[in-house]
């Protein structure tokens, strides 16, 4: 008879470990098994199983009727067989329950030692199913250490992975530090589940929106881009269809501390946050901010546009490195070349607007302005 205080043990690592009481009971199984049958000298003709409603464990030897017997421990004769079961026939099976009080030390240590590796095996499966489906999500896990180039969260019944490249820039974070970080992969390694998590992705940055701004919880306001350059400045366009609701004021939040809150997370990284709309020259000049533009030529079939801007304010629309006209051209989809209103002007006075409009035809923006738009 299985013991209440086993059943009792049962009980309580299932709800601990949130492993299913039957993926336990199975591993019991096959630990008494795997005792017994070392017991009994490694016969594999030794069986055992646990009635799952009386917790009773039954063990029992099979053997194999014969005409003759040649090995006692695994055949038994058609006449001895016959007293046992008149309808017994060669082939057929004969069980044998087996005495199952005298276990012993080393077979209770197996036994043991085979359900601690079971339930091992059920707590990395669980934490598999339950992260598998978490790729894009953001978690929250307390550092414990720093090895091998990567910070390990503590997650709760998980670890994760945050490799140091994919922290922010400059970015030192310590035993017992709280961060934040999206799930970028879960995969089975032969340690058990591997969580990948980042701080540098440009879904990071949407996901903390998506959990500061409830209109873009709810679908109400949706992010159409976002692209980012980790610790320095990332550009994000937000439409909604509903006109009541304003996607940049919803996404500040009241005095800024919505976004506020997410620039603190991201260490004080810059966030731009723009409109987004089809039209092409709204567009470019919305992702080119903070600088203001003046005129802005497109050419479609090639996806180019030609930007003018005030000469105080070409080195803010360049950005410094050239990262904010990079960022601009990854979050539009289109090739950007900025010039001063000093430089446009000598190229007008140089070239006629009959010249303007042949080099348009011939050559795209190569070597010449498109139409230009105020």
Sequence with gaps: MMSKELCHVIDQISREKGISKEILIEALESALLSAMRKKYGGRTNIFLSIDRQKCTIILYEAKTVVAVVQNPSEEISLSDAEKISPDKK??????????????GRIAAQTAKQVIFQRVREAERDVI???FKD?????????????EKG??????????????????????????GDTA????????ISAKGPEILVSRTAPEFVAGLFK??????????????NIVREPGERTKIAVFSKDSAIDPVGSCVGMKG??????????????IDIIPWTEDTRMLISRALSPAQIDKIGI????KTAMVVVNDQQLALAIGKKGQNVRLAMKLTGWDIDIISDTEYSKIRLEETDKALETGLKKEGLKKEIPPIQE
Excluded at 134 to 146: H, L, N
């Design 90 to 103: 060669e082939g057929d099976t004969v069980e044998f329950p087996l005495d199952l009080h005298d276990l």
């Design 128 to 130: 598999f199913n339950d």
């Design 134 to 146: 978490k790729a894009g999500q953001i978690v929250t896990g307390v550092v414990m250490r720093r």
């Design 150 to 175: 990567a910070y390990f969260l503590n997650l709760g019944k998980a670890e994760a992975m945050l490799p140091i490249k994919e922290t922010l820039p400059n970015e030192n974070l310590k035993r």
């Design 180 to 187: 934040k970080a999206i799930v970028t992969d879960v995969r």
């Design 211 to 224: 959990m500061e701004v409830p209109e873009i919880n709810e679908g109400l306001v949706q992010i159409r």
């Design 257 to 270: 501390t919505r976004v506020q809150t997410i620039v603190r997370e991201l260490r004080g990284e810059r």
């Design 299 to 302: 050419n479609d079939e090639t």
